[in-house]
């Protein structure tokens, strides 16, 4: 903690699993509350060059921003749906990354889109992705982007009136995994998981890792990245079917990828740490559900969204890119 940070108040509790956990976090170390009250938090993401994170909230169209030693203030609202009038439970913007520009992209639920816009002005904002083959996506939902450029993301349907359940305004039949390469082309690459989620590569890019949120089939994929940029079949990576069983409440959501391939995954249980040979090490008990997660600060801080609050642990590893 920095000397003009205060004090935060703890929640949760560090399950060690596997020994391999050691190496990663200490059952000890205190999961702070950075801030709470929120309707449902998302999509956090760390600002390296202005040293803060920036998070969402979904059913209240807020992206927040949060700084060492400062309080939680709004950084742009509305930050997913533009229209006037009442739209879905969960209009506002979701997953959020800044790019190899070092602007923020931003899945947007309400108006349906991928949307890039420069930190300091997001009043810049422009659409990256909005229709595929002339129809509307879904609610985009979380996304990553390649060393190449290109971007991935998933499109469920929980931004919509009706969450894709006799739901008129649903004009795609599948939930899909989508590339959107540099001239602005928009692949589906992905059609048959339900609920794709959240999604990350892998450190040397070669597999994309997506979770499926869906109660019937708990699972993360691991999809073969070819040399053009496609994937190609996918496998079940791991399955949250037996964390169900045992009572664990969650779905996979969000997640991010440490230096040595770890997955650091919202699901059943809260967030769940596990080895690239796909063996579950250790779970993070955050108090309430979990949405996503998002290493800050020095590269070994993990920053949680968990139902109504933003939270904060210090790990013994550095989140990829750092």
């Known amino acids: 903690m920095n000397a003009q940070e205060k004090s935060y108040p703890t929640i949760g509790k ?15 170390s205190p999961i702070e509350i950075l801030g709470t009250g929120y309707t449902w938090s998302e999509g956090p993401v760390w600002v390296k060059k202005g040293k803060y994170l920036l998070f969402s909230d979904v059913p209240e169209n807020v992206i927040h921003k949060w700084a060492p030693g400062k309080e939680v203030e709004v950084f742009l609202k509305p930050s997913g749906y533009t229209g ?14 800044i790019n190899k520009k070092g602007n923020l992209v931003s899945c947007e639920h309400g108006d349906r889109r991928l949307a890039e816009m420069p930190l300091d002005n997001p009043a810049k904002k422009k ?16 996304l990553v982007q390649h060393s190449s450029g290109d971007y991935y993301f ?13 739901e008129p305004a649903k ?16 692949s589906l690459q992905v059609k048959d998981m339900t609920r794709p989620n959240g999604l990350a590569f892998s450190p040397d890019e ?14 993360w994929k691991a999809f073969p990245v070819d040399k053009d940029g496609n994937l190609g ?3 079940i990576f791991f399955d949250g079917a037996e964390l169900a069983k045992k009572g664990w409440q969650g779905a996979p959501d969000g997640f991010k990828i440490d230096k040595a391939g770890n997955l650091w995954a919202t699901g059943p249980g809260g967030v769940l740490i596990i080895s690239p040979a796909g063996k579950l ?13 998002a290493f800050g600060e020095d590269g070994s801080t993990l920053f949680i969204t968990a139902d109504m609050n933003l939270l904060r642990v210090r790990t013994k590893t550095k989140g990829m890119g750092w």
């Open 84 to 97: 006037t009038v009442p739209y879905s439970e969960e209009p506002g913007a979701n997953g959020l990354i």
């Open 154 to 166: 998933t499109d469920p349907p929980y931004g919509l009136p009706g969450r894709g359940k006799d």
């Open 281 to 293: 090490l250790g779970r993070i008990e955050a108090g309430s559900a979990t949405a996503n997660v």
């Open 127 to 142: 659409t990256l992705a909005h229709l595929f083959e002339g129809k509307k996506l879904n609610s985009p939902n979380d």
């Open 206 to 219: 070669k597999i994309l890792y997506v979770g499926q949120s869906d109660p019937k089939g708990l699972i």
């Open 171 to 186: 004009e795609l039949p599948f939930q899909g995994v989508y590339r959107l390469n540099k001239k602005g082309e928009l």
């Open 233 to 235: 079949e996918g496998k």
């Open 14 to 28: 560090i399950h060690r699993l596997d020994p391999a956990l050691d190496q990663l976090l200490d059952v000890n």
